[in-house]
């Protein structure tokens, strides 16, 4: 599995939970119910700022400031929300792009216990934190009986054609 397949995966879920979303009356999506960020919409954002972050420390070469935003001025409907992970995901994407053979393996100083981590460690570190909110958003939905987005790997790898396996597996006996 690449990291690159990961990132794929965590922009298309990004996409599906935009379209849940915007199935829900708006005052749903941002009413605080305590949870990490409040609300449904204050988490996502979270997510989308947090990866938008890591890739532009990434790019930089250094940790510098986290992207901050006035969520109730700037984020009033879904396609507010739309256009941001739009922006995050094409910056993800372009760093993407930039990264030689090796690049993954590269260090890259940050600040977690003193320690150096690979730039393929922060990669993960951006999927697991969206996975780790998306799971959050997805309680935070059936509380309320809306079904959230099926977002499975193996329907991801089908939908977009990233299957890398031919044929079917045979039957053990």
């Known amino acids: 599995m ?3 397949d990961l990132l794929e995966y965590n922009w298309y879920c990004s996409r599906k939970f935009l379209e849940s979303f915007e199935k829900l009356p708006w005052n749903e999506v941002v009413e605080d119910r305590g949870a990490s960020f409040g609300s449904m919409r204050n988490i996502f954002l979270h997510s989308l700022e947090a990866e938008q972050g ?3 420390h990434l790019a930089s070469g250094k940790i510098g400031d986290w992207p901050r935003h006035d969520y109730e001025k700037e984020f009033q409907n879904v ?12 910056e993800g ?12 393996d590269k260090l890259f100083p940050i600040t ?28 935070l939905m059936w509380q309320i009986d809306a079904e959230p987005p099926y977002t499975d790997y193996p329907g991801f790898l089908l939908k977009t ?13």
């Open 93 to 104: 994407r372009a760093y993407i792009r930039k990264l030689r053979p090796g690049g993954l």
């Open 161 to 173: 054609g990233k299957l890398k396996v031919k044929g079917k597996a045979k039957a053990r006996k």
């Open 54 to 56: 890591w890739f532009r």
């Open 2 to 4: 690449d990291i690159r």
């Open 112 to 139: 977690w216990h003193g320690k150096s981590f690979r730039i393929e460690d922060v990669l993960m570190h951006i999927v697991e934190e969206c996975v780790h909110h998306r799971g959050e958003i997805m309680c």
């Open 79 to 90: 396609e507010a929300m739309r256009k941001y992970a739009e922006e995050v995901e094409a």
